[in-house]
């Protein structure tokens, strides 16, 4: 490792990711400074270094929900019992994760407040009061928060902890075709962004009635898959029906002059979605961002020697001034007292897509030296091509990254026809794609038989499923993904 100051500090490295991915993964998020353990079980600090992937994600978010119509919103985090316990189904389905709020001070509270785990309930006793008429509709809101849920086995940053970031959106339509429009709008909208934005390839489609959203009439899913043979559901889209309008008394009067309830849905995607970037593009070196959504696009790093320091460090700023003026994020890495191989290793490490080098020999021969984070290749530029190069490079990176995962997803999915086979698919970290019957018995049935893999979605891309239900006979209704998950 180089040295820094004279001192040897690790900073690589240490486990392979195909030897002990769960290390890999660890050491990974707390080397790339990403986060650190907090003194509260379950719940981590996003430093800068994850909490501004978060802020790409906000951004593009939020112009494609504005760009619909939507507007961002915020509502209390505090939810009295008795609003949580409105719809039963909802609560029986939070139930176990929810911290309360039970003392003020010494004071005991006359109510339970539920520390946030989602907003339907609050939000909805608000939009009783705000609707009255056909003419308030749609109503299209959003926020971006936190919440809590408190249970879980075992906790991995960003993937699964106590408290965790995310935007919930929560529409209210005046027909059940206008609500499910905007759940598959805003399901597509992820796909979007985690395909074109993140690198990472999606499966799209709904949940079965046993892994549905606890008070939805049906989910809709985008499921990933991770190096360690996990699916990872990547963002969901719920269409609640009237379910929660008919508790709540989120009625308005129509155009026929009858009044009506309304139809909702809500809408969701977390921080775990930086885990999966982290998991699915990573190597032994460390973080691979894909460009579009890394909050650091160019590394400049000045290869300086005493006697050429001053102009080297003066044609690096140019170079970096250069790129800023075509909107590129750029950091220029003139630190003293760090070798540039330590400099290399870090910005490796924390997944920078590109590094430029500049030194005397390339100052004398008007070039640079471009290197990929993802192929480590080193490309030799006239410093002329500069902008050009770099704008083609860092695409280039970002449709290689995605090729990469979906030629990855696509040798992950196995198409099974008899149980043997779905259960030795398991077995080798893959999904299996089966045909299905459906039923929620056989589902359980498959959970216990499959060492704990789950119904990840029934796909909306479907061929022919005439047949019988990969384990129980039955007559099947569709082809499933199955698989382990987080």
């Known amino acids: ?55 790409k994600i906000k951004n593009i978010f939020n112009d494609k929900i504005k760009r619909s119509g939507h507007k961002n919103c915020y509502f209390p985090m505090f939810i009295p019992e008795s609003l949580l316990k409105k719809e039963a189904e909802h609560v029986e389905g939070f139930n176990p994760e ?46 971006w928060n936190s919440v809590v849920r408190w249970e879980f086995k075992h906790a991995k940053p960003f993937l699964r902890t106590r408290e965790f970031l995310w935007q919930e959106g929560h529409t209210v339509h005046a027909t059940k075709e206008d609500a499910e429009k905007e759940v598959m709008q805003q399901l597509f909208e992820y796909v979007d962004l985690i395909e074109n934005f993140m ?66 849905t809500s809408w969701g995607l977390s921080t775990r979605t930086i885990g999966a970037i982290v998991m699915v ?15 650091v696009h160019v590394v400049v790093v000045p290869i300086v020697f005493r006697e050429n320091k001053e102009s080297i460090i003066t044609k690096a700023k140019e170079i970096a001034k250069k790129l800023k003026l075509k909107n590129h994020a750029v950091e ?41 984070r993802d192929t480590n290749e080193k490309i030799t530029i006239k410093t002329k091509d500069l902008e050009k190069k770099v704008e083609h490079t860092l695409n280039d990176i970002q449709d290689s990254l995605l090729n990469k995962a979906k030629e990855y997803l696509a040798k992950s999915i196995v198409e099974v026809h008899n149980f043997n086979d779905f259960l030795n698919a398991i077995k080798s970290k893959k999904m299996a794609k089966a045909l299905f019957c459906g039923q929620d018995e056989c589902e359980t049935n498959i959970k216990d038989k499959a060492e704990g893999a789950t119904c990840r979605c029934i796909p909306f891309e479907q061929k022919s499923a005439h047949g019988k239900c990969i384990q129980c006979n039955a007559e099947a209704k569709s082809w499933a993904v199955f698989g382990k998950g987080y």
């Open 281 to 295: 593009h990573g190597d032994d070196k460390g973080l691979i961002m894909p460009p579009r959504i890394a909050p």
């Open 332 to 372: 220029l890495d003139d630190r003293d007292g760090y070798t540039p191989g330590w400099k290399f290793n870090e910005w490796e490490l924390k997944g920078v897509p590109l590094r430029i080098e500049i030194g005397p020999k390339d100052v004398e021969a008007d070039q640079l030296v471009l290197v990929r």
């Open 98 to 143: 929810v911290a309360w709020v039970t003392k003020a001070g010494n004071t005991e509270l006359n109510e339970r407040l539920a520390i946030r785990p989602t907003s339907e309930t609050i939000m909805y006793e608000s939009y009783a009061k705000w609707i009255r008429s056909w003419r308030d509709l749609p109503l299209l809101l959003n926020q």
């Open 1 to 55: 490792m180089e040295q820094k100051d004279g001192k040897d500090e690790q900073l690589g490295l240490s486990v392979k990711k195909s030897e002990d991915f769960n290390e890999w993964y660890n050491q990974v998020v707390l080397k790339a400074d990403m986060m650190d353990y907090s003194s509260v079980s379950g719940c981590i600090i996003f430093k800068p270094n994850s909490y501004s992937i978060w802020e």
């Open 199 to 264: 690198a990472i390839p999606v499966i799209a489609g709904k949940k079965t009635n046993k892994e549905k959203f606890a008070g939805a009439d049906y989910t809709t899913t985008v499921e990933a898959f991770m190096p360690d043979g996990k699916a990872l559901q990547m963002g969901t889209s719920h269409l609640l029906g009237q379910n929660f309008s008919k508790v709540f008394g989120i009625k308005f009067l129509d155009k026929d002059e009858k009044e009506k309830f309304a139809w909702q």
